[in-house]
């Protein structure tokens, strides 16, 4: 079993990502409603929150409703957005109080009135802070962010403001919502499933994937830990030889 004290600040990943999933079958296993398991989740969100600010870890980034979430029955998405409005309102003092800056990802303005006001206050509020960035994908999906990217650069392109030969990694990484993050060092899914389901695509082109079958209300400070200390230990090669690293 690896400890808090094995994890290496020079080593441990500086922008961690998670696909949170398995609410449902979490719910599903103990007879009770898929919504149980998202009330459930909340909780390990909270937990997972607080340890990667107790790790130090710099940027935290958390799958939260994908653009194909909307395809879920009313009910469930009516409850995910109360979940997310009242977890919000009860999180922000916590926020603060552990210098974390809120975020967001995603066509936060598809969300409900109440959502979307709540999200900008929470923002606002918490935009002077300094430690953890915390940033939740709501509404998120990789391919709509290319898509208004590729929409955005080619207005600028119409515009005179871009030169099309003078378009590359940069321009393109500043267009998208993730532009103030840098790329996802881990990034994590919980439930067994080994997919991506649209998120990232472009930011995690170098990330090293950590899967694990527990249902994300499951998840605990020891996987993370688990986590970081299987991700330390890995060889980033990015292209290069074992032996050019060296
Ligand atoms: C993840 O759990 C939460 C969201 C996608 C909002 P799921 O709701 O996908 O749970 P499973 O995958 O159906 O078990
Ligand atoms: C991905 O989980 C989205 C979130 C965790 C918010 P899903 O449960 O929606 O993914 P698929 O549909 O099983 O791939
Ligand atoms: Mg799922």
Redesign the pocket.
Known sequence: MNTIEEIDDRKKPRHIAI???GN?RWAKEKGRLRVFGHENGVTTVRRTVESCVKFGIDYLTL????T??WNRPKYEIDTLMRLLVSSLKKELKTFNKNNVRFNTIGDIKALPKNAYEELLEVMEKTKENTGMTLTL?LSYGARDEMLNAVKQIAVKVKNNIISPENIDETIINNHLYTHNLPDVDLLIRTSG?H?I?N?LLWQIAYAELYFIDVYWPDFKEQHLIEAIIDYQNRERRFGKTSEQLN
């Open positions: 696909i949170m999933d449902g799958y939260t409703f994908s194909e979430n994908a499933e997919r389901s998120f």
